[in-house]
Structures are given as C-alpha cells and as structure tokens.
C-alpha cells in the first residue's frame, strides 16, 4: 500500500517569500503524484499532477513540482507567494488502483 | 454543471441516529469514493466503488456502509452514529485519467 509523508506541518512566510513544501511517498511500483490546494471552508482543488515524462511539472498560480523518483519526492514550490495563497496544502498519491493516499496536509500562512 | 453533488452541506446528528450522505455525479464516471477529513490527518478513505455494483473497504471503514446501484449516484451511510465521526466528508469520482473531481462537502457534527 502506499503512504505520503508532509513534514511541514505549518509553514509561515511574508508576502514575496519563496516556497517550498516537501512531499515523500512510499509505493513500490508506478506512482502517480497529485498536490490539491484547500482554501478555507472549500473543497480540494488540483494544483498541479504528475503521471510521466518531464519531472519538472507547472501547475496552476505560479506552482511548479519536481518528481525525484531516488528519493521519492515531489516538493511543491512557487517562487514568490502572495497572501491570497494561504491555504492548506496536501500531496496524494495513486498507485495501480484509482484510490487517492493523501498526506496529512501543509496549512499555509502568508503574512501581507 | 457538471460535478460532484454532495448534500447535505451541514448536518448535526445525536449519538446512535442514522442517516445517509448522498453523493451523484453527472460525469459517467466510474469510480467513486468517500473521505473523511479531520485536523492534522488529512484525508482517509472509508469506502470506494470500481463501478455499479461493485464497492469496496479504504483505510476507515467501521461505522460506515455504502452502496453503488447506478453510476450516478453514491451513498454513504451512517448506522449509529458516534461522536468519533463528526468530521467534513468529501465525495469524489474520476474516469481513467485519474481526473478527480471533488465534492463541495458535508459538515457533520455528532452530539
């Protein structure tokens, strides 16, 4: 079965900071990689995926992730964070089946 | 528009009532699944469907049945329920592109 590990439980940066949320799974075979963004009181939304190819993946709002499959990693990074990206943050993980593993979650705090 | 309808929105139960979450979904997608989301714990899967008729146990199932009938629709239900299950519940589906689609949730507090 496959798991996902978020280290950072809250993160707090100033508006122009850089970021960059680490993401670990553990699955055996082909991995598909998700990061879904939570604002507050709302459904998940998808930020950006990966299934193959370049391991450099651009997603929406100026979010990018990078696949390193030797260290089972897919950190979520964005150059220069703005206050309206507070949120809470989670990376998931598929594996040969459909069912999503998520990790337990980033909430996000930007201050203006 | 298409989506994921989840419904109730809000919903306050007393220890050991029933009830039933709906879940429907108007994009003939195939799979559909429950989760269950609490602080610090991100999202735990209770129940899955591959298709009708076909459903299957996630990661918290106790406490907690469902039922696949057509493909629209997926409903998770509550037989007694606990203080222990209040929590927001997301309904999501995907075909097989991996494409989820989430619902909107369900509050439920249990007193």
């Known amino acids: 079965a496959q798991s996902v590990s978020q280290h950072n439980h809250h993160v707090i940066l100033s508006e122009a900071a850089s970021l960059e949320l680490g993401c670990n799974y553990s699955y055996g075979g082909t991995v598909n990689l998700f990061w879904y963004v939570q604002y507050p009181g709302q459904h998940l939304q998808l930020l950006l995926k990966y299934f193959s190819g370049d391991p450099l993946v651009k997603g929406i709002k100026g979010f990018e992730a990078e696949f390193i499959k030797s260290k089972f990693s897919f950190n979520l990074r964005k150059p220069s964070v703005q206050w309206s990206d507070t949120a809470e943050y989670f990376c998931a993980v598929t594996g040969s089946a459909r069912q999503l593993t998520f990790g337990s979650g980033t909430q996000l705090t930007v201050l203006p | 528009n298409a989506g994921v309808t989840q419904t109730p929105k809000f919903q306050v139960l007393k220890t050991g009532q029933s009830m039933t979450l709906q879940c429907a979904q108007d994009m003939n997608h195939e799979y559909m699944s429950w989760y269950r989301q609490d602080p610090g714990m991100g999202l735990r899967l209770i129940h899955y469907?591959?298709?009708?008729?076909?459903?299957d146990q996630g990661e918290v199932p106790n406490g907690y049945n469902v039922s696949r009938s057509t493909t629209e629709d997926f409903p998770l239900r509550l037989l007694s329920a606990a203080p222990s299950q209040t929590s927001v519940y997301f309904c999501?589906?995907?075909?097989?592109?991996?494409?989820?689609?989430f619902g909107s949730g369900t509050r439920l507090t249990v007193v």
């Open positions: 469907s591959v298709g009708a008729g076909i459903t």
């Open positions: 999501a589906s995907t075909g097989y592109n991996y494409g989820y689609t």
